[in-house]
């Protein structure tokens, strides 16, 4: 079966942060070290045969310069992408693996060029591969799936315990150097199905809606629709923090289809 997806992005620094520390990664584009945010809902469509993929990371807000892990991450992983996914047959996991390492790498190198002690960023990538939907996440930046009117969340959260006063420290991360410990970046991989509806977020987002209240916004409307009430929905709680959303809904890519069914038959 051949299908398409359709995406849409948003990010916004919210109503209490100075900066916007999220970045993203949405067909080649990811946001500059120093941003607000998206204007407007990034929106468009892929062909699975271009194996579409997006990324949200969320800088560490308590590191030095969380904003600028962020950007060197997603500037990495559009240099892997373009170089290695599109241009060599490799498998989904081996190379969102890889890829986790490279970022991680740029990163470290970053920093100690730049003479910075501590910084990092989250990652949460949702990749629509060859046979399965693939995801991969270091972090508590999150993938849902809404499927046949079930919510799902896909990823681990990468926390540690938390304190009445603190949030909970995150356990794994981009910019760990390697003899502090080893990347475990957690994946996982589910079936296409037609109208499958994936959500890519900043904790800035999932900190102020409930569960629930991300499903009830998901089965409603366009995925334009969506992730703007979400983004709406975030800051009418407060938006303590940066926002960062990217929709994607599976769909048959019907031409493409009766094109395969035309040279087969």
């Not at 996440?137 to 799936?145: A, K, P, Q, T, V």
Request: glycine share 8%; hydrophobic share 35%.
């Amino acid at each position: 079966m051949n299908y398409r997806v359709k995406y849409a992005a948003l990010s916004h620094k919210g109503k209490v942060r100075g900066k916007n520390q999220d970045n993203l990664w949405c067909k080649g584009l990811f946001l500059e070290k120093e941003n607000e945010g998206l204007s407007e809902v990034l929106s468009g469509e892929m062909k699975k045969s271009k194996c579409p993929t997006f990324v949200v990371f969320d800088g560490i807000s308590g590191a030095q310069q969380g904003e600028v892990a962020a950007y060197v991450a997603a500037k990495k992983f559009g240099d892997c992408y373009n170089k290695e996914l599109l241009k060599n047959d490799v498998e989904g996991e081996a190379f969102l693996r890889n890829t986790c390492f490279a970022m991680n790498d740029e990163i470290c190198d970053y920093a100690k060029k730049n003479h910075i002690q501590s910084t990092g960023t989250t990652a949460a990538i949702l990749m629509f591969g060859k046979e399965k939907v693939i995801t991969c996440n270091l972090g508590d930046s999150r993938i849902y799936r809404l499927s046949k009117g079930t919510l799902r969340q896909l990823t681990r959260d990468h926390l540690g315990s938390h304190t009445k006063s603190r949030k909970a420290p995150l356990t794994q991360h981009l910019g760990v150097p390697k003899e502090k410990f080893q990347l475990e970046p957690f994946m996982t991989e589910v079936d296409y199905l037609q109208q499958d509806r994936y959500l890519v977020c900043s904790d800035g987002l999932t900190d102020m809606l409930s569960f629930e209240e991300i499903g009830k916004i998901l089965v409603e409307g366009e995925v334009t629709d969506v992730a703007k009430t979400l983004v709406d929905q975030a800051l009418a709680k407060g938006g303590l923090d940066n926002i960062t959303v990217l929709i994607c809904e599976v769909e048959e890519d019907e031409k493409a289809t009766d094109k395969m069914k035309r040279r087969y038959s």
